[in-house]
Nanobody, 122 residues
Framework: QVDLVESGGGSVEEGGSLRLSCTAS????????MGWFRQVPGKEREAVAQ???????SYTDSVQGRFTISKDNAKNTLYLQMNSLKPEDTAMYFC????????????????WGQGTQVTVSS
């Protein structure tokens, strides 16, 4: 069992920045692929960004060039740097982890955090 805890959410104005963090309960980051997802009430959860075991990253089109996913294995922490935020980025953001890149590629993550709210006002 891996416990993930997100932090860093909050309220910002359009064009602002936030950095989300996700800390694991054990030393897992070097052995897992990780992802950030977001969800708005009444809508399906959306994959935002992913980083595989080798450090390769991918992003959904709507955040490409504005968001950056990274991880610090020594600190067991995953980050999502979010710049040029837009009102449509408002959502609950979740981090997720899994031991298999193939599962992550299918958005099939075994472990999930509880989420952190991001609100962007216009």
């Amino acid at each position: 069992q891996v416990d993930l805890v997100e932090s860093g959410g909050g309220s910002v104005e359009e064009g602002g920045s936030l950095r989300l963090s996700c800390t694991a309960s054990e030393d897992t980051y070097s052995r897992t692929c990780m992802g950030w997802f977001r969800q708005v009430p009444g809508k399906e959860r959306e994959a935002v960004a992913q980083i595989n075991k080798g450090g390769g990253t991918s992003y959904t089109d709507s955040v490409q060039g504005r968001f950056t996913i990274s991880k610090d294995n020594a600190k067991n922490t995953l980050y999502l740097q979010m710049n040029s935020l837009k009102p449509e980025d408002t959502a609950m953001y979740f981090c997720a982890a899994d031991g298999w890149d193939s599962r992550c590629a299918r958005n099939e993550y075994a472990y999930w955090g509880q989420g952190t709210q991001v609100t962007v006002s216009s």
